[in-house]
């Protein structure tokens, strides 16, 4: 059991939020623009280069603005010297493991790797470049998606919460609350009479259990969104294989920004008092988020179209396949960053703050308050 001695730096958390909120948007116009220059001047007409030139600049943008969160980051759950060694020892594995197998099957895909690195690099240096700067790219990326997912909740979420105790069932409702009624999937028949927190308590230690259940959950949904792009004909006959890989991977990117808010609304425990029975928020939010029978549904006929339209099955679930290891990869790499990083201060930061606007304006707040 890894013991953390955490406590809640408010001050600190708005201002880096404050920060994050004001680049998000200038982000995301320069990297629309700068994707839709690259797809106009790429000279070509095809799609699948367009569309990748397109993508790219979104994961740049949200890597750069990675590198501030990274240095302004939490500390840890665990030691700094065990986290590097599992950033340096994975991706290493991970390597030996891909030459090994692709001695076997599919050979090609070491000669792509050294095409990616210019052909400059030994053959069996190629992989590790490769994956090493994944995982950079990687981790700076998920720093700044998760950081951005953590600025706007810990900002608004407590407003969300206060306005849904105004919910009245009946065409009364603001847009908002119809919005959030919808949302949060709230059955007609509960009567809304407050907002309460049940926080879950993880006894100061590294939340494992909110890890695997965080991976899985991302390379559930992430495969689901991208099974559809990959296993579509009409992407099939638009993109190249490499394309495919290269745009759901960049999808898979920003998957985290639909699972996170059902962890930490779970994780608050945040739920609807009512006469009825009382409500907890993140089962409805996860149910309009992760909905497994519809992928499975939507995998299976896909799958059969594709085979009834005759594409190379064999080359298409070997490429597939890659593209599984790298979402389970990246699942991976997103939940333990969140976990290690930014979990307690996410968590301690949307209970003080709903705390503070639940107490009576003369009451003194508790000594304790915002320690895990």
Same mark, same amino acid.
């Given at each position: 059991m890894i013991s953390i001695n955490f406590e809640y730096d408010r001050?600190?958390?708005?201002?880096? /939020?404050?920060?994050?909120?004001?680049?998000?948007?200038?982000?995301?116009?320069?990297?629309?623009? !700068?994707?839709?220059? @690259?797809?106009?001047?790429?000279?070509?007409?095809e799609t699948g280069p367009a569309l990748v030139r397109f993508c790219a600049p979104f994961v740049v943008g949200f890597a750069i603005l990675g590198?501030?969160? +990274? %240095?302004?980051?939490?500390?840890? !759950?665990?030691d700094e010297r065990m986290t590097i060694t599992i950033l340096l020892v994975v991706p290493l594995i991970i390597s030996i493991t891909i030459i090994i197998a692709t001695s076997y099957v599919m050979p090609e895909i070491i000669d792509l790797l050294i095409d990616v690195t210019g052909s400059w690099a030994p053959k069996n240096l190629a992989v590790p470049i490769v994956i090493y700067s994944l995982t950079a790219l990687m981790m700076f990326t998920s720093?700044?998606?998760?950081?951005?997912?953590?600025?706007? &909740?810990?900002?608004?979420?407590?407003?969300?919460?206060?306005?849904?105790?105004?919910?009245?069932?009946? /065409?009364?409702?603001?847009?908002?609350?119809?919005?959030?009624?919808?949302?949060? $999937?709230?059955? $007609?028949?509960?009567?809304?009479?407050?907002?309460?927190?049940? =926080?879950?308590?993880?006894?100061? #230690?590294?939340? #494992?259990?909110?890890?695997?259940?965080?991976? +899985?959950?991302?390379?559930?949904?992430?495969?689901?969104?991208?099974?559809?792009?990959?296993?579509?004909?009409? &992407?099939?006959?638009?993109?190249?294989?490499?394309?495919?890989?290269?745009?759901?991977?960049? @999808? #898979?990117?920003?998957? =985290?920004?639909?699972?996170?808010?059902?962890?930490?609304t779970? $994780? #608050?425990?945040?739920?609807?008092?009512?006469?009825? %029975?009382?409500?907890?928020?993140?089962?409805?939010?996860?149910?309009?988020?992760?909905?497994?029978?519809?992928?499975?549904?939507?995998?299976?006929?896909?799958?059969?179209?594709?085979?009834?339209?005759?594409?190379?099955m064999v080359r298409t679930y070997y490429t597939y396949a890659g593209y599984v290891l790298i979402t389970a990869y990246l699942s991976i790499l997103y939940a333990f960053i969140y976990a290690n990083y930014y979990h307690a201060g996410f968590r301690e930061g949307i209970i003080s703050e709903f705390n503070e606007a639940k107490r009576p304006k003369d009451a003194v707040p508790p000594v304790n308050e915002g320690r895990e």
């Open positions: 001050d600190g958390s708005i201002e880096k /939020d404050r920060m994050i909120i004001k680049a998000v948007p200038y982000i995301a116009v320069v990297s629309a623009l !700068a994707g839709l220059l @690259l797809a106009l001047f790429a000279g070509t007409s590198v501030y969160s +990274f %240095r302004h980051r939490d500390k840890g !759950a665990l720093h700044g998606v998760i950081s951005t997912v953590v600025a706007y &909740f810990r900002k608004y979420t407590v407003r969300i919460y206060l306005s849904m105790e105004k919910i009245k069932n009946n /065409d009364t409702d603001s847009e908002r609350n119809k919005i959030s009624r919808w949302v949060y $999937d709230i059955p $007609d028949i509960i009567d809304v009479k407050c907002i309460e927190l049940e =926080p879950v308590r993880h006894y100061n #230690t590294f939340p #494992t259990k909110l890890f695997l259940s965080l991976a +899985f959950s991302i390379f559930a949904l992430g495969l689901s969104v991208s099974s559809y792009i990959f296993l579509n004909p009409i &992407f099939q006959s638009a993109l190249t294989l490499p394309e495919t890989v290269i745009v759901t991977v960049i @999808l #898979t990117f920003f998957v =985290p920004v639909l699972v996170l808010p059902w962890f930490i779970k $994780d #608050t425990g945040a739920k609807i008092k009512s006469q009825a %029975r009382d409500y907890y928020l993140w089962k409805g939010l996860r149910k309009r988020l992760y909905q497994g029978f519809f992928t499975v549904i939507v995998f299976l006929s896909l799958l059969a179209i594709s085979i009834y339209l005759g594409y190379d």
